[in-house]
């Protein structure tokens, strides 16, 4: 187990003993389809017989976690900078990552012309080859090491806003996660095309998608039509889901066909003391059976309850 390193809009960290409450203990494959932040797959106890999927959307994201996981320690020498304390280094930054595409296409162009025998003869591409070869990995950790100094310096995490604080990057979390994700398989692919592609049914397969009318808040668009989309794909699944949702009357209908815990928590992107935030749980299953007492865990989220509950489950617990 170990704690996110970086801040996310809407991370799990703290709701980690209240999602885990709800599940089922005999599987055999645990997928995460919207990884994010990755609060829940670095809290989620490891065990020999699982297979835990992280995945997500995002490249900068995606491409932080393997260089944590495989690369840990080239990142963490690349983190010895100094933390920036203005916005000028902030959009240095942010401009450097936005570039990576085209990047990317100049050191494959040069690696092309290595290959041309009008250019280079064999024997010389093989001498040059590693360099190139190094210089794209090397961007690979920068890439992430730029990415995580621009999320730490974020107002909250939102990645793309600056925060005017002083800052110390919490680089120990690198070191922690790196082992917690080493029996973890890490994705780059479209969610749905995860959960149909690992859906089986001694899986649990949890979504934390963007939430509804907060999709603004992240790198990958997620329209209203891919709600709909998210909603199908899981309503037919054999595995058991579990879904964080906002609470709306918009989510509440279009899952009725599903059990709907209800509860509110703390909201610390509001700017005033003691305000509160609505989300739901969502299983197809019953997640009763599964459930600890209230007040187990703190005093951080209020009210959990079951507020719906389907005519018919699409999936029994066996």
Not at 107 to 126: G, H, K, M, N, P
Request: hydrophobic share 35%.
């Amino acid at each position: 187990m170990a704690r996110p390193f970086i801040p996310w809009v809407g991370g799990k960290e703290k709701l980690i003993p209240y999602i885990l409450s709800v599940f089922p203990s005999k599987v055999s494959q645990y997928v995460e389809a919207f990884g994010g932040g990755g609060a829940m797959i670095l809290g989620l106890p490891s065990n020999p017989k699982r297979l835990d999927i992280y995945n997500d959307l995002d490249s900068d994201l995606v491409n932080l976690f393997r260089c944590a996981k495989e690369r840990s320690n080239a990142l963490l020498r690349e983190l010895k900078t100094l933390p920036f304390h203005s916005r000028e280094e902030f959009e240095r930054y942010k401009d450097f990552v936005s570039r990576r595409e085209s990047y990317f296409k100049n050191i494959d162009d040069e690696i092309s012309v290595l290959y041309d025998r009008s250019c280079f003869t064999e024997e010389q591409c093989a001498e040059l080859l590693p360099i190139f070869e190094e210089r794209r990995e090397l961007f690979d950790v920068q890439r992430a090491a730029d990415y995580f100094k621009r999320a730490w310096g974020s107002f909250s995490g939102t990645i793309s806003h600056f925060g005017v604080k002083p800052l110390k990057l919490p680089t120990d979390r690198i070191e922690d996660g790196a082992k917690r994700l080493q029996n973890v398989v890490i994705e780059h692919k479209d969610a749905l095309d995860l959960i149909r592609e690992r859906d089986k049914k001694d899986t649990i397969i949890y979504c934390d998608p963007p939430y509804y009318k907060a999709e603004k808040s992240y790198e990958v668009q997620f329209p209203r039509r891919a709600h709909v989309r998210l909603w199908k794909t899981l309503k037919s699944c054999e595995g058991y889901v579990i879904v964080s949702y906002n609470d709306c009357p918009y989510i509440r209908n279009l899952y009725k066909d599903f059990y709907i815990l209800a509860f509110t928590r703390q909201n610390p992107l509001a700017q005033k003391a003691g305000a509160k935030y609505y989300e739901l749980i969502i299983t197809n299953y019953d997640p009763r059976p599964f459930m600890s007492p209230p007040n187990l865990f703190g005093s951080y989220v209020e009210d959990m309850k079951l507020v719906r509950k389907p005519r018919k489950p699409l999936k029994i617990i066996t």
